[in-house]
């Protein structure tokens, strides 16, 4: 299908035709009740809720608490030699999400933990072993899961 009006139809799903929850399957023992499984009123259910996080004055909230920690972060990047800044910056990212929207100091050392443990179970779902045997990529993901059940 393709052209302006297929993509509508499918985009729009309005006769609720298209599921990403069968279409997911892959990612249902990574992310179970994930709001990208869920159809239909459920899935718009629960992206209202979701919404609430993305509203002006809380993003304002956001935006506040990571202005005052960039400046201490970036601060601690070399200045005249050359570094690696894609985990750099992947690291500062995930810094910021977990003082954000966890509450953690910058510096708490669960964060590294946090972020190793969001890092593997977003490449479980990229691996190609499906079953959580050991040394996979499923297996990691899984036991990260579990942990970041257990920490929230």
């Known amino acids: 299908m393709g052209g302006a009006e297929a993509l509508e139809f499918i985009l729009g799903d309005t006769s609720n035709l298209f599921s990403s929850h069968d279409g997911w399957d892959v990612l249902h023992s990574l992310f179970p009740g994930g709001l990208m499984l869920r159809d239909f009123e459920d899935h718009r259910g629960h992206r ?12 304002d909230g956001y935006r506040d608490r990571m202005a005052e920690a960039l400046e201490g972060l970036i601060a601690d990047w070399p200045a005249e030699t050359p570094f690696a800044f894609f985990p750099a910056i992947k690291t500062m990212t995930l810094q910021m999400g977990a003082a ?14 946090l972020n190793a443990a969001f890092a593997a179970e977003v490449a479980a779902s990229l691996g190609v072993v499906r079953k959580p045997l050991p040394l996979t990529k499923m297996r990691r993901g899984m036991q990260a899961r579990r942990y970041l059940l257990e920490t929230f």
Do not use: C, E, T
Request: aromatic letters at 8%; hydrophobic letters at 45%.
């Open 48 to 59: 209202r809720i979701m919404q609430s996080a993305f509203r002006k004055p809380v993003m």
């Open 100 to 113: 954000v929207f966890m509450g953690l100091p910058l510096d708490d050392p669960r964060v590294g933990k």
